[in-house]
Nanobody, 126 residues
Framework: QVHLVESGGGLVQAGGSLRLSCTTS????????MGWFRQAPGKERAIVAG????????YYADSVKGRFTISRDNAKNTVDLQMNSLKPEDTAVYYC???????????????????WGQGTQVTVSS
């Protein structure tokens, strides 16, 4: 069974950067599409960025394009999210997720992802 553990959240000033990392418990997840999602209070969970199994296909929400970069290292069982030029509206709990049904493609719907991490808080102060 695949387990996901996120790290790297914290408090940062607007304009700053953070790097989130997600470590998977087994190498099985190297075949899965992976995503980073976020959920702010009172809002629905939504995708921030996704990446297919090879790392050659990525997806970004419009709100983070040009600021965030998703990457993966299947040899290390990690998926990272580099977040630059952070804004207060980026404040949320960020979740790493894996999809056992998506491999070569990436889709944004949370319902397609069946393994989730516990989440890490990102707070951006103005």
């Amino acid at each position: 069974q695949v387990h996901l553990v996120e790290s790297g959240g914290g408090l940062v000033q607007a304009g700053g950067s953070l790097r989130l990392s997600c470590t998977t418990s087994t190498h099985t997840a190297s075949n899965y599409a992976m995503g980073w999602f976020r959920q702010a209070p009172g809002k629905e969970r939504a995708i921030v960025a996704g990446i297919n199994w090879s790392g050659l296909l990525t997806y970004y929400a419009d709100s983070v394009k040009g600021r965030f970069t998703i990457s993966r290292d299947n040899a290390k069982n990690t998926v990272d999210l580099q977040m630059n030029s952070l804004k207060p509206e980026d404040t949320a709990v960020y979740y790493c997720a894996a999809s056992s049904t998506l491999h070569t493609i990436v889709k944004p719907a949370p319902v397609l992802y069946d393994v989730w991490g516990q989440g890490t808080q990102v707070t951006v102060s103005s």
